[in-house]
């Protein structure tokens, strides 16, 4: 677990992210009328030792081997590593050496910084590749600006970091298709027995339906296929130490974000179906969020979900009473 230092946040009580809440209706949706109780205190910045821009270069090779080690990994892989690291590598970003810590080994900061322990392994690295990918899809915006309801904004939180799970699963399979050296580590739930199987299982299974050919597009299909299963795993708690965890982390990241009041509305749910799909995205032909969380029943299928976190649904309860 690494949470992002911009958007971590201290809360006074657990509830400040839904004290606001006035009613859920029986459609799912959500609409509150009160503000945020409680402002969110800023967690101490991480101290910087060096940054580098995040292009090819001789202080980029030289200060961070670990990085460089994992784009050229990165640019083996056409389906997931390319997209990824083409969009951040042209994004102006800077890459952070910090130093080492309790909390985490890396962390996306939404100021447009990646930031590393020193000799951090591949799948940290290209977990925080991800969210910094992320980021350029505009889904942060949720955290400085009203676009989200309570719950959707935590929701959000959550769906951030299971597709991250999943984007890393997609990235070591293509690397193993590929032949391609993967030194990954440990620290991820992307570790996880059970979540590797689950899809390992799925890739298999689509592969399947194209005959076990493997094309380009049955690969994508697949990857496509597998990564949405392990979000809808991880979103019903299938690996709970990664659920208690991250319903923790988001409940704090959520204190004292703005939120909008009307979750009903057709213009709502659009904006927030967009939202979500930049969460997922990968590449225009690749996407690893599952399409329940953004179709014409997706409030069931949130409000289903979320529920299934008892830290969140017993803080909802209890700040609506």
């Given at each position: 677990?690494?949470?992002?230092?911009?958007?971590?946040?201290?809360?006074?009580?657990?509830?400040?992210?839904?004290?606001?809440?006035?009613?859920?209706?029986?459609?799912?949706?959500?609409?509150?009328?009160?503000?945020?109780?409680?402002?969110?205190?800023?967690?101490?910045?991480?101290?910087?030792?060096?940054?580098?821009?995040?292009?090819?270069?001789?202080?980029?090779?030289?200060?961070?081997?670990?990085?460089?080690?994992?784009?050229?990994?990165?640019?083996?892989?056409?389906?997931?590593?390319?997209?990824?690291?083409?969009?951040?590598?042209?994004?102006?970003?800077?890459?952070?050496?910090?130093?080492?810590?309790?909390?985490?080994?890396?962390?996306?900061?939404?100021?447009?910084?990646?930031?590393?322990?020193?000799?951090?392994?591949?799948?940290?690295?290209?977990?925080?590749?991800?969210?910094?990918?992320?980021?350029?899809?505009?889904?942060?915006?949720?955290?400085d600006r009203p676009v989200l309801t309570a719950r959707d904004a935590v929701f959000a939180n959550?769906?951030?970091?299971?597709?991250?799970?999943a984007y890393e699963l997609a990235f070591q399979k293509e690397a193993d298709l590929q032949s391609?050296?993967?030194?990954?580590?440990?620290?991820?739930?992307?570790?996880?027995?059970?979540?590797?199987?689950?899809?390992?299982?799925?890739?298999?299974?689509?592969?399947?339906?194209?005959?076990?050919?493997?094309?380009?597009?049955?690969?994508?299909?697949?990857?496509?296929?597998?990564?949405?299963?392990?979000?809808?795993?991880?979103?019903?708690?299938?690996?709970?130490?990664?659920?208690?965890?991250?319903?923790?982390?988001?409940?704090?990241?959520?204190?004292?974000?703005?939120?909008?009041?009307?979750?009903?509305?057709?213009?709502?749910?659009?904006?927030?179906?967009?939202?979500?799909?930049?969460?997922?995205?990968?590449?225009?032909?690749?996407?690893?969020?599952?399409?329940?969380?953004?179709?014409?029943?997706?409030?069931?299928?949130?409000?289903?979900?979320?529920?299934?976190?008892?830290?969140?649904?017993?803080?909802?309860?209890?700040?609506?009473?």
């Amino acid at each position: 677990m690494r949470p992002q230092p911009s958007r971590l946040v201290f809360h006074r009580r657990l509830g400040a992210p839904f004290a606001m809440a006035c009613s859920l209706l029986a459609s799912g949706c959500e609409q509150t009328l009160l503000e945020p109780a409680d402002a969110p205190v800023t967690a101490p910045a991480a101290t910087d030792t060096f940054c580098v821009p995040l292009v090819a270069g001789d202080s980029l090779r030289r200060e961070f081997t670990d990085v460089t080690r994992s784009t050229d990994t990165m640019a083996q892989l056409p389906l997931t590593g390319v997209p990824v690291l083409r969009e951040v590598t042209a994004s102006g970003m800077n890459v952070c050496r910090i130093q080492k810590t309790d909390d985490y080994l890396g962390a996306f900061d939404s100021t447009g910084r990646i930031l590393l322990t020193p000799n951090v392994e591949m799948n940290v690295i290209v977990h925080e590749y991800f969210h910094a990918h992320q980021h350029q899809q505009g889904v942060n915006v949720f955290l400085d600006r009203p676009v989200l309801t309570a719950r959707d904004a935590v929701f959000a939180n959550l769906l951030i970091e299971a597709t991250t799970v999943a984007y890393e699963l997609a990235f070591q399979k293509e690397a193993d298709l590929q032949s391609v050296p993967y030194a990954g580590g440990r620290q991820t739930a992307s570790n996880s027995r059970s979540t590797r199987h689950l899809f390992n299982v799925a890739f298999s299974e689509k592969m399947q339906t194209y005959g076990g050919v493997d094309t380009p597009d049955s690969r994508r299909a697949a990857l496509a296929y597998a990564g949405q299963k392990v979000v809808l795993y991880l979103m019903a708690r299938g690996d709970e130490m990664w659920g208690d965890a991250y319903a923790r982390q988001a409940a704090v990241i959520s204190t004292g974000l703005p939120f909008a009041h009307d979750g009903c509305s057709a213009t709502y749910r659009a904006a927030r179906a967009g939202l979500y799909q930049g969460i997922g995205h990968v590449s225009e032909n690749l996407n690893l969020l599952p399409s329940v969380y953004t179709g014409r029943d997706a409030d069931h299928f949130i409000a289903r979900d979320f529920d299934r976190f008892m830290l969140l649904k017993d803080t909802y309860a209890a700040a609506n009473r």
